[in-house]
Each structure stands twice: as structure tokens, then as C-alpha cells.
């Protein structure tokens, strides 16, 4: 008994460093790629908000609350649907609304309008991938949309 509840005293901080570690090295590389994550921001003081993304810019707000790596990158995919994708959804509707679970389908009917479901759909799916494929999508999400630079002359 008292070895099981030394295993789990241990381990309990272990877990969530871990989690801090994975949303650390998340900030970094949202950063790498010329994104700012505030950590603050006035709406945070809203309760039901636990993130957003500055509309325009490659900014992205995570509020102290919640699972702060899902926010992260629920909301950074919005800033890559936004800044790289022009709003068009990188998974069709039909595949994006078969991947969720009844729970996210329920959310999305009572708090979005019909035609936000496959950006907040895709979104929700993008922000439970592993880190590492989600910026390898990122990544060639932002690159085939980046303008082509000018010739020199």
C-alpha cells in the first residue's frame, strides 16, 4: 500500500511535466515559424474561454486554464486555416464529421452555424494529433501557400 501511494506521488508531478514539456516545446515551435503565443490576454477573464486566434495575425492567445497544448493547437490550426489554407478546410466535411466523436458533433450543431463546422471540425481533429505530425501538416500547409517572392531582376 504505502508503495503504491509512493508510485503514484512520484509519478503524479512526472505526468504533468511531461504535459508542461510537450506545451513548451509546442510554444517554441510555433515560434520558430513566426508565431506569437500570448499567455495572457483581456478575454481570458472570460470563463468558458480557454484560447483564440487573433484574426490577421500570427497570433495566438492560450488562457491558464484547460488543457493549454489542446488549445495551442486548436487554435494555432485556426491561424494556419486562416493565414495558409484562405479559409478552404484542408479534409472534407463528410471525413472531418465521421472522425468525431458524438460529443464534438453535438458541439458543433448547438455553438457554430452550419457553415463554421468543417473549420471547427478540422480544428478539433488537428489539435489531438501527435505534435510532430501536426507541424509536418503545418508546415506544408503554410509552405504551399506562401506567395512566391520576387524575381530579382
Known amino acids: 500500500m504505502c508503495a503504491t501511494l509512493l508510485a503514484v506521488v512520484i509519478l503524479q508531478p512526472l505526468g504533468a511535466n511531461a504535459r508542461g514539456d510537450k506545451l513548451q516545446e ?11 503565443i500570448r499567455r495572457e490576454h483581456p478575454r481570458c477573464a472570460e470563463p468558458q474561454l480557454f484560447g483564440l486566434y487573433v484574426r490577421g495575425r500570427r ?7 484547460g488543457n493549454q497544448l489542446e488549445t495551442l493547437l486548436h487554435e494555432g490550426w485556426h491561424a494556419v486555416q486562416s493565414l495558409c489554407l484562405r479559409g478552404t478546410p484542408l479534409l472534407g466535411s463528410d471525413a472531418l464529421l465521421h472522425q468525431l ?53
Open 26 to 36: 509546442a510554444i517554441a515551435a510555433f515560434e520558430q515559424r513566426g508565431f506569437v
Open 59 to 65: 497570433e495566438v492567445v492560450v488562457c491558464p486554464r
Open 101 to 153: 466523436g458524438r460529443r464534438d458533433r453535438r458541439e458543433l450543431q448547438l455553438l457554430y452555424r452550419p457553415d463554421q463546422w468543417p473549420r471547427e471540425a478540422e480544428a478539433r481533429l488537428m489539435a489531438r494529433e501527435p505534435l510532430d505530425r501536426y507541424l509536418q501538416t503545418l508546415d506544408r500547409s503554410c509552405t504551399a501557400a506562401a506567395p512566391a517572392a520576387p524575381k530579382a531582376n
